[in-house]
Structures are given as structure tokens and as C-alpha cells.
């Protein structure tokens, strides 16, 4: 048994929902794409998934190894392009693309660093909250919020992507400072306009609280939010990479401390397929070394 070439079988079937999706992607017939995961279950002594004659779905240990194959199969891709594009120095032109926020919070100040090492790379930005194709947009790097479950993509997992409660010490002392969740609801609520009506769900010690505050002001970019706070409008729940400066400078008071919201990933993502250049590498390279560990950024330096 080819362990890696059953492991990919394994996960083209739960990522594409089916062995008859799998086999597409991976040009064999659904019987081998049987075949492969039945040999891995053979090799672990153990389910993973529980099929049906309409649906399959991951058992437990499946969910488990599923992540894990999902790290090993990245990491031997990246080896593999590594070994075929040694030497020779970066150049030519790099497009990336990031969420605003990150972006303009994470990404850009560290470019400099990245410049040093890589002086003849130039670099294009798109910067969009929308997930842009990498294919289509002849992109080579994106930086996501999240996983996006995509065969095409290797994805990196990066740095904590933490949402924080926070409003202006002007504002407070008006309005009075919220204690939990529910206090929200007697508040002004700064919200991001795509995203002003989805209930909010807080964890605590005692188990969670979901809360449908409605919207003082919506805005649809994240500095502009920053800057209604800051005037005193209201309270924003933001990336705590957009607010950590002002929380640190006082201008800006962290709320509900003991509660969390739910907390994601920053991911970096590259076409699984593609060649690994010079450029590329070195780049990915940079940003596993910047952006891995990071819990406590700093607007203009990292």
C-alpha cells in the first residue's frame, strides 16, 4: 500500500463529499478511491468513515485523522516543490491578496523585512474580504480567515485570529460599562455591515450566551469602525490585531474579558500544483517564520 496515495484518496473523498468526486480529482476510477481508504482502515485497524448507501460520514477517530493527513500530505507537497526549485535567486513579480484587516494591520508592515531578503520580488496586493480564486486571478499566495476546504490548496495554518469587545473610555463613562453578553443589548453597537444582523456567541466558564443586538451604525470596513469607536459612537467587536495599539494606549477599553467569542486562524494558501519558485518559496517561507506564534501584535512592528 502507498500510504500517502491512500491518504489522499481519504481526503479528496471528504472534502469532496463523495469517491465518484474523489476520483475525478484525482483521475483514478471510485473502485481504487474504495480501495486506498480500505487499505488505510486496514493499516490503522479501525473505521473511518461510516458509509451508507446515500451518505458517508467521518467517525471519531476519522475527524481526527482526517486533520492530521490533511498536515502531513501539506508538508510533504511543500518538500517536494521545494526540491525542484533550488537555487536560484527570487525574482520577478509575487501577487498576493489578504483580508483588509489583516492586510493592512499584519501584512504590509512587515514587507519591508521581506524586501530585505528578496530585493528584486515585486509584490501585488489585492486586498478583499472576498475569497478571490487563486487560479482564476493568476494568484500565488492568499491569506484567509478560516479553512477553505478546497483539494486545489495547500493551507498553512498561521497566527490567532481573536475578535475583542472594546469601545472609547468617553463613550463608557456615558453609557456605563457591560458586565456580560446580555448588557450588550442596552448598548450602541458598532457592526460590520455584511455581518450586522448574525447573532453574537460568547463562551464562558459556565457555557455560552448568544445575543441578537441590533446595530447603532453599520460600516462596511473595519478602520472605519475603529474610527466610529474612537470618536465615542459605540462599541465595536473587532480583530484584536486591528485594536491591540489602542487598547495598549488606553484610547480604547477591552470589554467582557472573561468571555470569548469563537476564535479562528489565519491561514496561508497556495495552489497545490503550482511550480514552486524562487519567489514563492521565499515568501512562504517569511510569512511561516513572521506570522506563526504571534499573540500579542503590534501595529508597526512584529
Known sequence: MDLFQSMRAFVATVQSGSMSNAATLLNITPAMVGQRIAALESRLKTKLLNRTTRRQNLTDFGEIYFEQCLDILDRVSIAEMEAEAQSTEARGT?????????????????????????????IDILLSDNNLDLIEERLDIAFRIGYIPDSRIIQRK??????????????????????????????????????????????????????????AITINNGQGLLNAALAGLGIIIQPEILVSRYLRSGELCNLLKDWKLGERQVSMLFYRDQKMTPRVRSFIDFSLNTFNGITTPNRTEI
Do not use: W
Not at 498576493?96 to 520580488?121: D, H, Q, W
Open 158 to 215: 498561521l497566527m490567532p485570529y481573536r475578535m475583542v469587545v472594546c469601545a472609547s473610555p468617553d463613550y463608557l463613562e456615558k453609557k456605563g460599562i457591560p458586565m456580560k453578553p446580555e448588557d450588550l443589548m442596552q448598548h450602541d453597537i458598532l457592526r460590520f455591515s455584511a455581518a450586522s444582523a448574525a447573532p453574537l456567541t460568547f463562551y464562558g466558564n459556565n457555557g455560552k450566551d448568544i445575543i441578537e443586538p441590533k446595530a
Open 94 to 122: 509575487l501577487r498576493i491578496t489578504a483580508p483588509v484587516t489583516f492586510g493592512t494591520s499584519m501584512l504590509i508592515p512587515t514587507l519591508k523585512r521581506y524586501k530585505e531578503k528578496a530585493p528584486n520580488v515585486s
